[in-house]
């Protein structure tokens, strides 16, 4: 059990920076997210896109922003917890709060912070009786270890720039190159990088790999392993396709999932919050960007950092019950130098 002041569901940005503004007023806080790296939609919707509107910073692509996030917040110090969902939020008799995640990671927090956004990203799934039980020996939705999947017999689904990159990965010459890459996806036409799907049909070309139009319909198992899939093409002609591993990349379905059960009021998906401390219906439970609604509300960066700021000042009375909190600036308090590591 990690006993803490704070516990943050989300590091999107506006979670990472609660941990800015909490840091600030000395409370110390960990991180949940269920992806395994920080920045929210920022990394896994556009990372390479420009954002034009964080204040002062003219243009930050969605990587740039995270990353100046995470380094606006290295001295605060706190703990992450990636891979993991937020399942359980409860309050205890004592007024803090027991959260649990799906990895079994247990917290005894004073105050929570709900930055989930649009929920947590679960990958969209290929629906295929008998599959998911290969999950993770054989059927994967992303690449954790390359090196794990070279000399296999591949065959990788979607039209997506996920799909193509890695079929491209594992078709080329290198380290991690596979017997055999089937890129499979149900039309002839794809949403990636138009410089990789010429590169994919070059590969074809040159016999390097192959492309298949088609879905699939069944699995082929032997001794508990899956041997090959069942494609049925758009001739309606279905044939055998062996394999080592499936990998599938569908992209990432947003899910409000848990955090619509922790007896927080909801409205349209979102949680309810007020505007002067955007605490949610649950007091100790604060919910800051896109996750929450008010009157006015925008999806904006900018609106969760500001919401992220009330919020702590919001928070601190729970954790330091006998403490006047002030405000100070940053340019000129010498505690806040202290705590910044700028003295
Ligand atoms: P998110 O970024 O959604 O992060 C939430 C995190 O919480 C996720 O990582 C999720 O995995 C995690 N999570 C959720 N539930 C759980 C749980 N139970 N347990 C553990 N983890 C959980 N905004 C702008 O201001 N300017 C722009 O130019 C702009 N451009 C955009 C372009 C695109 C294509 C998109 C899709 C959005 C854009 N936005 C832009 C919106 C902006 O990305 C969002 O407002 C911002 O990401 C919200 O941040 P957040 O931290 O609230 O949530």
């Avoid at 990432?252 to 007020?274: C, F, N, T, Y």
Wanted: glycine share 10%.
């Amino acid at each position: 059990m990690i006993d803490t002041d704070a516990l943050i569901v989300g590091a999107g940005p506006v979670g990472l920076f609660q941990v800015f503004e909490l840091g600030l007023l000395e409370i110390k806080a960990h991180v949940v997210d269920s992806l395994a790296a920080p920045g929210g939609q920022c990394i896994e919707l556009y990372p390479d896109k420009p954002i034009y509107d964080i204040p002062a910073v003219p243009r930050s692509t969605g990587r740039e922003l995270v990353d100046s996030l995470l380094k606006q917040i290295e001295p605060f110090g706190a703990t992450f917890h990636l891979g993991q969902e937020v399942t359980v939020v409860r309050k205890e008799a004592d007024g803090r709060f027991h959260v649990e995640t799906s990895k079994g990671t247990r917290f005894l927090a004073k105050t929570v912070f709900v930055a989930g956004g649009v929920g947590s990203f679960q990958p969209r799934r290929l629906k295929v009786d008998g599959l998911d039980k290969y999950e993770g020996t054989q059927l994967f939705h992303h690449v954790k270890t390359p090196a794990a999947f070279a000399g296999k017999q591949l065959v990788i689904v979607g039209g997506g720039d996920s799909a193509l990159d890695w079929a491209l990965h594992f078709a080329q010459d290198g380290p991690d190159k596979a017997e055999s890459v089937i890129l499979l996806h149900r039309r002839d036409g794809f949403q990636a990088a138009p410089a990789s799907i010429a590169k994919m049909r070059a590969l074809c070309d040159a016999m390097q790999m192959q492309f298949i139009v088609g879905q699939i319909t069944g699995l082929e198992e032997h001794e508990g392993r899956l041997t090959a899939v069942k494609v049925t093409g758009g001739d309606a002609v279905t044939r055998v396709v062996p394999l080592d591993a499936l990998l599938v990349f569908f992209g990432l379905s947003p899910k409000l999932g848990p955090i619509a059960d922790w007896g927080l009021d909801l409205e349209r998906k979102q949680v309810v919050v007020d505007t002067e401390k955007f605490e949610t219906s649950v007091p100790g439970i604060f919910a800051v960007g896109d996750v929450n609604t008010y009157p006015g509300k925008k999806k904006l960066i900018l609106s969760g950092f500001h919401e992220a700021t009330l919020a702590a000042f919001g928070a601190a009375p729970y954790v330091f019950p006998d403490k006047r909190i002030q405000l100070q600036y940053t340019t000129a308090s010498p505690k806040l130098h202290k705590l910044l590591g700028v003295e």
